[in-house]
């Protein structure tokens, strides 16, 4: 089927209006940025009125390896000045810097914004020296049952390059990661350390921001790091409960690579290809924290190390809808041999009456959460990718899988578009055992191997066995190769 228009979704056009009428006490406010080969640019990124500034995120464009940003940030005030405290600070410049001489670099910056009044407790200012070519770091512990919602320090990723920031918890401030996974009591304290790069000591200087703890809560979520592999670390944000800020540490040998943000609009932003072109804003849904174990994959030592992310929530002031069960219908066209799934009623509608010839229900699908909806913590975003006609390809392909989404539109130079980042939602299977959460129906997903590739989603293994044996190939999770989990 020919890609129509308005399939492709992004991040919603959000003003500062409609944002300050809904009912999360945080904003991400998300610029993208293009620097030419061998130049500088700089970029102000500032929270909006009513907003005070929280932790920045950069990530890079994955589909341009060859470019490289060099990024150094300062902390600024309302009007733009540097800011003499983090108290005051109104937002960040940025200079970029991309060292590539051949190709541009591109990337993406999300600030966190915290909405003034959304806490009652103090903003503590801490600071202390580096020494040159040492670590060291500051923190604060929040009085009484508050707790940290953020912390705002003056590294620059140049002569002050971050290593850590972690949540601490109790009397005993006992760290994130000795925490077990699952929705707990807010932390009491945060800290971050640095390493100072330069020949000089430097001042590190942060402010932490505490607010009413006796009704917070901490989701912690945790992944298995091995010698020389990447990870990944789901944390969502439960019905009933809004986010508020985040932490991640990697163990003894995990580094963070990258944070991805699930917006409520069905946006998936830092990674480049899911932003939009200016700055958006939303409110998060869930995040995606991906990193790297740094030991070599020969390491003598591979015992299995254990990486850790914390989300700082507060309860809800609105009620929570019941979820939105959408039914994805499936068409086949039989003289192109393909498969197309949709929950898009104008799509459906519009393969019903012959708008777009040749397709005919099939009878099968599957049933699925909604765009927005709310539902079972551990859900995912379900991206949807078409199949670039210029290389060859008509086609649709489906995953709730972030990385499998940025993977299909890396490695095959440009011959997959992204429609969108969330079309629906739905679990995904256990990565190992392919086996879906209680209550969910697996889906089974085949691929015809052609060079117009194609794939189908099917709900039983032997509607999958039926087209493996003629000669598509079944992709998937565990043993049954199971690719999705529907709601029953």
């Known amino acids: ?146 707790a940290p919602v953020n912390l705002v320090s003056n590294i620059d990723g140049a002569g002050l390059v971050e290593t850590s920031t972690s949540y601490g918890f109790g009397s005993n401030f006992a760290p994130l990661a000795d925490q077990p996974d699952g929705l707990t009591s807010a932390p009491t304290s945060i800290a971050t350390s640095a390493s100072n790069r330069t020949t000089a000591p430097l001042d590190i200087a942060a402010s932490v921001t505490c607010g009413s703890g006796s009704s917070a809560r901490t989701m912690i979520a945790s992944a298995v790091t091995t010698a020389g592999n990447p990870y990944s670390i789901f944390v969502p944000v439960p019905d009933g409960y809004d986010f508020v800020g985040f932490t991640s540490v990697g163990g003894d040998y995990g580094v963070t690579t990258s944070v991805t943000f699930w917006g409520s609009d069905g946006s998936v932003s830092t990674q480049l290809p899911y932003t939009g072109n200016a700055a958006q804003s939303f409110e998060v849904k869930g995040l995606f924290i991906d990193g790297v174990d740094t030991r070599p994959k020969s390491a003598v030592d591979k015992a299995g190390a254990r990486a850790v992310a914390g989300m700082l929530l507060q309860p809800s002031q609105g009620a929570v809808q019941p979820p939105a069960i959408v039914s994805v219908v499936e068409f086949y066209n039989a003289q192109l041999d393909h498969y197309f799934i949709t929950a898009i009623p104008k799509e459906i509608s519009d393969l019903d009456t012959g708008v777009h010839p040749g397709w005919a229900r099939t009878g099968e699908g599957f049933k699925a959460y909604g765009v927005g909806s709310s539902g079972p913590a551990g859900r995912h975003p379900v991206c949807r990718a078409y199949g670039n006609p210029d290389a060859g390809l008509d086609s649709h392909f489906y995953s709730a899988s972030p990385q499998e989404c940025l993977a299909t539109l890396s490695r095959f130079n440009g011959a997959w578009l992204l429609e969108a980042s969330e079309v629906f939602e739905m679990d995904l299977p256990d990565a190992t055992t392919g086996a879906c959460p209680s209550g969910d129906a697996p889906i089974y997903r085949v691929w015809n191997g052609r060079a117009d590739s194609n794939h189908r989603y099917t709900t039983t293994i032997a509607e999958r066995d039926q087209m493996v044996a003629r000669g598509y190939i079944a992709e998937g999770y565990g043993p049954d190769a199971v690719t999705l989990c529907a709601v029953q």
């Open 1 to 146: 089927m020919r890609k129509a228009s308005g399939f492709v979704w992004g991040i919603g056009a959000l003003g500062w209006a409609s944002l300050a009428m809904g009912q999360s006490p945080t904003i991400e406010v998300v610029h993208t940025l293009a620097v030419p080969a061998a130049s500088q640019s700089t970029l102000d990124v500032a929270c909006p009125p009513g907003a005070l500034p929280g932790f920045l995120v950069a990530a890079y464009d994955p589909l341009a390896p060859a470019a490289s940003l060099a990024l150094r940030k300062t902390l600024v005030d309302a009007s733009g000045a540097p800011a003499t405290s983090a108290v005051v600070a109104g937002g960040y410049h940025i200079d970029a810097t991309n060292q590539s001489t051949l190709a541009a670099a591109s990337g993406t910056v999300l600030l966190h914004c915290l909405k003034q009044g959304s806490f009652v407790g103090p903003t503590i200012p801490t600071q202390d020296t580096i020494p040159a070519g040492m670590t060291g770091g500051v923190g604060a512990v929040c009085p009484g049952v508050q």
